[in-house]
């Protein structure tokens, strides 16, 4: 039985890798209906819960959304099985255009793809956010808390911040409320991982520690990570920026987490032991952050006092999705074409409740013939 539930967890996720295109939102979006809409292995309130306690911590959030809905599914194990299914597809495809742009000098021509794709992922994270929001809003208070968080996104505050104030404010609101309080007791367990037979040399245990730093403290887009990598590697001569602006193109336009700029990078430091353990010391803190994580879930959620703080956190998590969706709409919905793609997106999303995969699939069809056509 266990073994049948963690192919389960690595055919899903490993799907979800070959497909996951359009950021951590769209990755959340697709999750959503695979897991809690067609599979329903948990309900969406505690799938709320986790997307508002994994904005909280560092690294890939949709990534790390995997690791959580594998535990939730097949335990330890599944944390595992899902967050490396995940992450794979990703690390593959990376791979192979690491070694073709070291090869040949330059990327292989996929924008006529990912022309209709980002139009396409509009529509199936409208279709979550319509979802989640009707669960997350609790009330006319918690309403009024995801407006406040939206236009202040909307304005440039920063995500993190903004889920944190939420959380805070709303607890507090909420307490002074109700006037009751609980408490939790905590008991973290950590699981450490060896690499010694990867990290053999100088070369690669420093690309190892640079990725497992920003691994550990990142916060935030991909723009985030291009302003940590070029402090890391461009301010100290490993890499010319216009290569690292490459490597961050190649992990915005392959499927799954953007954080796949890093096998790219390993790459081109050191080869595919580099990419290799750039990619694990990137990810690595998000499963023990994940692992130590999980467990206390479902404790805040008994408690009065946390159960007010997830409940804020959650609706702002909802109006940052929002706030993403409104700032890709004004990036991407810019002529006819990417407008119609969006509505037949919308269409097929709403009406037809197609599967977000052939959504992704169909737009980035049309936006081939379309860009095709056009030439």
């Keep these: 039985m266990k073994n049948k539930k963690l192919n389960e967890v690595a055919y899903v996720f490993f799907k979800l890798g070959c497909f996951a295109f359009g950021g951590p939102a769209a990755h959340i979006a697709m999750m959503e209906e695979e897991i809690v809409e067609k599979r329903k292995w948990m309900t969406r309130d505690y799938f709320l819960d986790l997307i508002g306690t994994t904005n909280l911590i560092p690294g890939p959030n949709s990534t790390e959304m995997t ?31 690491a070694y073709l742009y070291v090869k040949y000098g330059e ?36 309403a009024v808390l995801g407006i406040i968080v939206l236009l ?13 104030a939420a959380g805070v404010f709303g607890m507090s609101y909420f307490y002074l409320k109700s006037k009751r309080q609980d408490t939790i007791n905590i008991s973290p367990l950590v699981t450490l991982l060896g690499l010694h ?60 987490p953007v954080l796949s700029t890093s096998t790219f990078i390993g790459y081109q430091l050191s080869g595919f032991t580099g990419a290799i353990v750039a990619t694990i010391g990137i990810f690595l803190p998000s499963f023990l952050f ?59 999303t709403f009406k037809a409740k197609i599967s977000p995969v052939w959504i992704i699939l169909i737009g980035a069809s049309i936006g081939f013939i379309l860009v095709s056509i056009s030439k």
């Design 67 to 97: 690791m959580h809905c594998g535990y939730e599914r097949a335990g330890k194990k599944g944390l595992f099985v899902a967050g490396v299914a995940f992450i794979l597809p990703a690390t593959i495809i990376t791979s192979i255009l």
């Design 107 to 142: 990327l292989p021509e996929v924008l006529p793809f990912i022309y209709g794709i980002k139009p396409a992922v509009l529509a199936i994270i409208a279709s979550a956010i319509l979802k989640l929001g009707k669960k997350a809003t609790k009330s006319t208070e918690l």
């Design 152 to 164: 202040s996104c909307l304005l440039g505050l920063n995500e993190v911040v903004a889920l944190l």
């Design 197 to 256: 037979s990867l990290i053999s040399n100088e070369s690669t245990l420093k690309i190892f520690l640079i990725f497992l730093k920003v691994g550990a403290i990142l916060y935030g887009s991909g723009y985030v990570l291009f302003a940590y990598l070029d402090a890391e590697l461009v301010s100290n001569g490993l890499m010319s920026r216009s290569e690292l602006i490459d490597a961050i193109a190649i992990g915005q336009f392959t499927p799954g």
């Design 290 to 348: 994940v692992l130590i994580l999980n467990p206390f879930v479902p404790k805040m959620r008994k408690s009065k006092m946390l159960g007010y703080f997830l409940d804020s956190v959650n609706i702002a998590a909802v109006a940052v999705m929002l706030a993403v969706l409104i700032i890709m709409a004004k990036e991407t919905l810019l002529n006819w074409s990417t407008i119609l793609i969006a509505i037949v997106s919308a269409l097929l």
